[in-house]
């Protein structure tokens, strides 16, 4: 069975505040590497909702709907 993902959190300074991120991953450590990746990040737009999806659900329309 797949490890489940957890949220962790990270703080960065900016503009004169103190701003925090939170990345899903494995562990602490996989955070940490997911973080490092974000150099390679793409604006992708602002998120104009979030709507939860129940796990079995969320698992077929990952499947059946086109990637971006």
């Known amino acids: 069975m ?3 993902f957890r949220e962790y959190l990270f703080e960065y300074p900016h503009d004169g505040g103190t701003w925090a991120l939170k ?5 602490p450590d996989d ?12 604006y992708k737009g602002e998120v104009a909702a979030t709507i ?3 796990s079995l659900l ?3 329309l ?5 990637r971006r």
């Open 31 to 42: 955070a940490r590497e997911r973080l490092k990746a974000l150099a390679w990040a793409r």
């Open 2 to 4: 797949a490890e489940p």
């Open 58 to 60: 969320g698992r077929v």
């Open 23 to 27: 990345v899903k991953a494995r562990d």
């Open 52 to 54: 939860p999806v129940p």
């Open 62 to 66: 990952a499947r059946i709907l086109p």
